[in-house]
């Protein structure tokens, strides 16, 4: 079966169902039977819309689905597929521009956050792919990040995005993703080269190990709606965002400076855990699950629309692509 893009005659109609928690909405957008191709570009100006209005949208029931012509329709959208440079979390690539969506182990929440907010340039648009639905939850929950920037106490979110954050990585170790896989490359200079382009500051360590240090923001404005998001990973980065035996048992092992991650204000200044204690309270407020079907694609917007992970057991295939790279 071919992979080519199709022309549709005209655009094929918004979604008839919605999703939604809260200020969380995902539309969801169900395949017609006369129109079922998801490669019919019919149905970008309809996305489009959605992603302006809802951040995202949920496309479902489409034929043939699979990999291929999930990366297929990802690339319609006319910009190039992102590779997953300084990354957080682990990830294996599936075929160029396609990754996991994360290695992370299944009995582990993986919390709300937009894609790459804890540095300084970013994917504008992000695709989920499900190709094996979990059996037992799993779900990609998504909350919209400007009902969060309006839900953080005002005075908190003047104190954040005032002062902004900088984030601390030590990589290796056994401890966390090594800098040869953050990076890409086993030459040092390489990884210099990026940290100098894009303002992290960094150094290596008497063990050989590297350690970064990247000031950015704790709040963003959309370049094309013009609306406030809170935009950042404080609330995964902190030390506060583990469990209390592992926080410890990390501290036994290690200095603060050298914890595999943490976020402290841009001077420097350490962040309350009580402050991201209420940052974690309002993105639980507007956080939508929705079960997962084989096929489902999923579109956001990374500046509108947090995703996250529940924990899940049995098989789960969640597939993902990133494009139109944007700095602060």
């Known amino acids: 079966m071919s992979n080519d893009i199709r022309e549709a ?12 928690r809260g200020r969380t909405r995902l539309p969801v957008m169900n395949a017609p039977a006369d129109a079922s191709d998801i490669l019919d570009r019919g149905w970008h100006a309809s996305i489009q819309k959605h992603l302006a209005r809802d951040g995202g949208v949920l496309l479902r029931g489409f034929a043939d689905m699979s990999i291929e012509r999930f990366h297929e329709f990802a690339k319609s959208f006319g910009s190039p597929l992102l590779s997953y440079e300084f990354g957080s979390t682990p990830r294996s690539e599936v075929t160029k521009g396609v990754y996991s969506s994360t290695d992370y182990p299944a009995h582990q929440w993986i919390p709300q956050h937009n894609e790459q907010a804890y540095t300084t340039n970013w994917p504008m648009k992000i695709w989920f792919y499900c190709d094996i639905a979990p059996g ?5 929950p998504v909350a919209d990040a400007r009902a969060v920037y309006q839900g953080i106490d005002p005075a908190l979110r003047e104190h954040f995005a005032s002062r902004k954050l900088m984030y601390v990585r030590n990589y290796g ?8 896989q953050v990076f ?3 030459d040092t200079a390489v990884a210099e080269a990026y940290c100098r382009a894009h303002q992290i500051e960094w150094e290596w360590k008497e063990d050989g190990d590297l350690r970064t240090r990247q000031i950015c923001q704790a709040v963003a404005r959309h370049p094309r709606t ?3 998001v809170w935009f950042n990973q404080a609330h995964l980065f902190h030390v506060s965002s583990l469990e209390d035996a592992t926080r410890e048992a ?17 001077d420097g200044t350490p962040i309350a855990d009580a402050e991201l204690d209420s940052v974690r309270a309002v993105y639980d407020a507007h956080r939508l699950d929705f079960a997962w079907q084989r096929g489902d694609v999923m579109m956001l917007d990374n500046m509108l629309l947090t995703h996250g992970r529940a924990p899940f057991s049995g098989p789960r295939r969640i ?3 990133m494009a139109e790279a944007h700095g602060a």
């Open 250 to 266: 990390l501290l036994d092992l290690v200095e603060e400076e050298d914890l595999p991650r943490n976020v402290y204000y841009g």
């Open 226 to 228: 013009g609306e406030d």
């Open 173 to 180: 170790g056994g401890l966390d993703l090594s800098w040869q």
């Open 319 to 321: 597939v993902v692509a």
């Open 136 to 140: 037992d939850r799993g779900e990609t």
């Open 184 to 186: 890409n490359t086993e």
């Open 9 to 20: 005659p005209a655009e094929i109609q918004l979604a008839d169902t919605v999703f939604q």
